[in-house]
């Protein structure tokens, strides 16, 4: 494994009954990049997600983070490790203050007081929405500060990869591009993100690479520019001529 390759995917194949959901899948997600994963609904662009974070077990195949297997660890572990999962639908706690929220998404880190301030601080530079929020119940929150929260209470685990399920899904177009731009900020302050996305256009803009998912199967891989200048990707997932 290169040095600078922090998750290690092989052959990693997963069944939901009689579908087979994941087909030998194969990637490697290299430190600091932003990889987007694209396809159809009923890709397998979730199941992926949730294999890598400890939701669903695979039939075969390996995962490496550090050239460590993750496959050993439970999903508590691999939070631990730093396997960070936004998923799909934000799954913050609606019944919890926004405070709640953020300080629940450090419970894998063992910060001393002036670190947690300073992780908290950085989460308020970045969302400044939640500071004016932090005592209100994150219910109460409208649809773009509830994914600014998931993304906040991710960044308090101090993720070594956060995947993210559709952070844009929606929101209205002023706040997906503000989600963009933040997970751009994301990647400049180190992080190293896979981003399944629906608005393929609009994730490959700022990721580095992209991974094709197609019934389970990766049909395609490959630079973000060379994805978007693809025939095919144009007309079959982008939707341009």
Not at 23 to 40: P, Q, R, T, Y
Not at 56 to 84: F, K, Y
Not at 117 to 136: G, H, S, T, Y
């Amino acid at each position: 494994m290169g040095n600078n390759v922090l998750l290690e995917v092989r052959d990693l194949s997963v069944r939901y009954g009689a579908v087979q959901a994941l087909k030998s899948v194969h990637f490697d997600l290299i430190k600091g990049e932003i990889l987007c994963l694209l396809g159809a609904n009923g890709a397998g662009k979730t199941t992926l997600l949730k294999t890598l974070s400890g939701g669903l077990s695979p039939d075969s195949g390996t995962i490496r983070l550090h050239g460590s297997n993750l496959l050993a660890l439970s999903t508590e572990a691999r939070a631990r490790a730093g396997m960070i999962h936004v998923p799909e639908g934000r799954g913050i706690f609606l019944n919890l203050s926004v405070e709640e929220n953020l300080d629940l998404g450090a419970w894998t880190k063992r910060y001393t007081k002036t670190d947690y301030r300073a992780k908290l601080d950085e989460v308020f530079e970045l969302f400044p929405r939640l500071k004016e929020r932090l005592a209100q119940n994150a219910g109460t929150l409208s649809g773009g500060e509830q994914q600014m929260l998931a993304i906040g209470r991710a960044w308090m685990a101090e993720p070594e990869v956060l995947l993210l399920d559709e952070p844009s899904l929606g929101l209205a177009p002023k706040l997906i591009d503000k989600i963009f731009e933040i997970i751009s900020t994301l990647q400049s302050k180190g992080a190293t993100i896979l981003l399944v996305e629906q608005n393929a256009e609009q994730a490959l803009t700022i990721g580095n690479r992209g991974i094709l998912l197609e019934t389970g199967l990766v049909r395609m891989q490959g630079s973000a520019k060379e994805l978007l200048a693809s025939e095919e990707m144009r007309k079959s997932y982008l939707g341009l001529a």
